[in-house]
């Protein structure tokens, strides 16, 4: 009853005119965002991070999870329309939305993924809000050895579910640790790190310079560099009428959409997995389960709703343990969490009695999202197929500005904005050569957070490092994390081994 | 691909070495009282980034790894061609902001990008490198009081802070 009372709290929150009306600012300006090839919700919240100062943190939080929320909705739409995923959350989109805008039914496919995506975010929100109070209860307990045991299981997902070259996956996340440790050293209190006695380096490398460069800038030369010509789009007919018809075939898609919702949220909880696999295993599970599996991949209405339900579902999952354990869920949600930290607040399981205004405003707001995005997504329909026409020759080059602009705004030094066009530029080659870039963005948010957890832990163990497999809840963390660091390693010996049981036979 | 493969771990782990003497410069041990060292934390983690940098170039030379037996061009003509020319004026975008600022610079950057790169019409080119800025100057110098760097031009903005700020 508590919790109801507490989200009835939040409701008036998120209906205050200011953040009613953010959340629907958000949600339409996420939907195009997403919609944009090139563009995902990480894109968005990195760059217009800067934009939100203007605003009180709870309202900024609302806006940037609306933005979230609408572009994991808008992200199927140049999945289905131009046959290229919007977001890397929307790949499985393509696999039917694509043949079903080729048989013609592009509506129907446009329909599909919305009434989906509004299926998995209601579900999700429900689970979300069940979940979260009771997680951050036992959080409240944890010290600094389960804090940063928690931080090593968030990095050795990456490394072992990441599915990335694991040398390089591992770079990246201590690139991103040790640029998080340039600045002052806050135990010593000694300048660290201040390459070529360049005074900027002082205050540090603001992870907003990095999240911009390589989601901003780098993305941008990405998308530049592999989208070469233009694309081509579907046709579409819209009427009333069809819609009410595909509204009534879609909804009889009772299964994908349950999958999808359910799978999603708990695949959105780990940090490495997210909106991306989890909206493939979706996919996969709905195409297995189904009585038609021979359909799937040639214009199956159920694989456009089981990995939209999942890829909304997941963005909620992923804000499950920012909030309650302070370890983000998904790269956006790391950026969330930078944010709330320039807002002045200590994310984890505090936040939910200090600061529990934000947190059920934040819920509630994610409620109003949700609707808010379905009824503009489908009323906004023939918009987003008129803005898909807009050439990258000038979406581009605004995006660039915008970066300059956000990149100056939260240290106000040019330095910081050199320093994003250089990690733009290194971000779109490494890129190149598969090394992934979400860990570094990850650590980099991480990392003053991970650092004092673990110096505190050994400074009370007076340097015994076997705290942390000896506390109750730090042990059984750090020990999954270790085995997920050497899962890859494991899968390798087997497979070697098979391989040469075959060659034997 | 392959040679970029290599190349970049080799760069990769020199920056790795250099990261970790630079991280020598405070204490890398176990200081008495304090725990570890403030250079500690980078110094092992610089160490770790060394020695997944060898990892690569192990790879590459078992060939292991897709990049490794790619024999696709890193960057062709094409790739090579958009780099310079976006990245270039990306560059110069950042550069003009020191002489003519924010908003000398990004009108400057759009007429170039929209009308060179994009061979849009000049009154679409036009339109948008005259309102960007003023978008811009109403949300960040306005609004959330955040000064923007003018450079040069600084004094042609004395009257419209009188009348805005």
């Given at each position: 009853m508590e919790i109801i009372q507490h989200l009835l709290d939040g409701f008036l929150i998120a209906f205050e005119p200011l953040n009613l009306g953010l959340v629907i600012v958000g949600v339409t300006v996420g939907l195009f965002i997403g919609a944009m090839p090139g563009l995902g919700s990480v894109n968005g919240v990195a760059i217009l991070?800067?934009?939100?100062?203007?605003?009180p943190p709870t309202s900024a939080i609302i806006f940037l999870a609306a933005i979230y929320y609408g572009a994991m909705y808008g992200g199927a739409i140049s999945s289905i329309m131009l046959g290229i995923p919007g977001a890397s959350t929307a790949v499985a989109t393509t696999f039917d939305g694509r043949p079903l805008a080729l048989k013609g039914l592009a509506d129907k496919a446009l329909i599909a993924a919305a009434i989906a995506s509004f299926f998995g975010g209601t579900v999700s929100i429900i689970l979300f809000t069940g979940f979260a109070p009771a997680l951050a209860s036992v959080a409240l307990d944890f010290g600094d050895q389960e804090i940063f045991a928690l931080m090593l299981l968030a990095f050795a997902t990456f490394v072992g579910l990441g599915g990335d070259d694991i040398p390089k996956t591992i770079f990246s996340i201590c690139i991103g640790l040790v640029f998080s440790a340039v600045g002052m050293d806050i135990i010593s209190g000694t300048p660290r790190l201040v390459f070529f006695d360049i005074t900027g380096f002082l205050h540090g490398i603001n992870f907003l310079v990095l999240a911009i460069g390589v989601y901003g800038i780098g993305e941008m030369l990405w998308t530049i560099d592999s989208t070469r010509g233009n694309p081509s789009m579907s046709k579409v007919q819209i009427s009333v009428e069809r819609t009410f018809t595909h509204m009534k075939d879609v909804l009889k898609e009772w299964k994908p959409a349950w999958i999808g919702s359910l799978l999603g949220f708990f695949v959105g909880i780990l940090p490495a997995a997210g909106a991306t696999p989890g909206s493939l295993m979706a996919y996969g599970i709905s195409k297995m389960t189904s009585k038609n599996p021979e359909g799937y991949g040639k214009g199956e209405v159920g694989g456009v709703i089981a990995p939209e339900a999942a890829n909304n579902s997941a963005s909620t999952g992923a804000m499950l343990p920012m909030l309650t354990l302070g370890i983000p869920g998904s790269p956006t949600t790391a950026i969330l969490l930078g944010g709330m930290v320039i807002w002045g607040m200590v994310p984890g399981p505090l936040m939910f009695v200090e600061q529990s205004d934000f947190v059920w405003g934040l819920t509630a707001s994610l409620y109003a999202a949700n609707f808010f995005a379905v009824v503009i997504n489908i009323l906004f329909i023939p918009v987003f197929l008129w803005v898909l026409k807009m050439p990258f020759t000038i979406l581009a080059p605004v995006i660039f500005v915008l970066c300059l602009v956000g990149g100056y705004a939260p240290t106000e030094d040019m330095h910081d904005v050199w320093l994003m066009v250089i990690f733009g530029f290194g971000a779109y080659l490494l890129r190149k050569l598969d090394y992934p870039l979400a860990p570094a963005v990850l650590a980099i948010v991480l990392g003053p957070i991970a650092e004092p957890a673990l110096r505190q832990s050994l400074i009370i163990s007076g340097g015994d490092a076997t705290v942390f497999f000896t506390r109750p809840i730090a042990g059984p963390i750090t020990i999954i994390a270790i085995v997920l660091l050497f899962l890859p390693l494991v899968q390798l010996i087997r497979k070697k081994r098979k391989k040469a049981r075959e060659a034997q036979s | 691909m392959r040679r970029a493969e290599l190349v970049t771990a080799v760069i990769l782990a020199v920056f790795s070495i250099y990261l970790m003497w630079k991280s020598t410069e405070l204490n890398i041990g176990w200081v008495k009282y304090e725990g570890p060292g403030g250079g500690a934390w980078p110094f092992w983690l610089a160490g770790i980034m060394l020695i997944c940098n060898i990892w690569t170039i192990v790879n590459w030379v078992r060939r292991s790894t897709p990049q490794s037996r790619s024999v696709e061009q890193f960057m062709d003509a094409h790739a090579i061609r958009m780099f310079v020319l976006v990245g270039g004026s990306v560059v110069g975008l950042v550069a003009l902001v020191h002489v003519v600022g924010v908003y000398g610079s990004v009108p400057i950057f759009l007429l170039f990008y929209l009308?060179?790169?994009?061979?849009?019409?000049w009154r679409l080119t036009a339109t948008v490198a005259a309102v960007a800025p003023v978008i811009i100057f109403f949300f960040f110098d306005v609004a959330m009081r955040i000064v923007l760097p003018k450079g040069y031009l600084e004094p042609l903005f004395y009257p419209l802070y009188d009348i805005f700020l």
């Open positions: 991070l800067p934009l939100t100062f203007l605003v | 009308r060179v790169l994009g061979r849009h019409t």
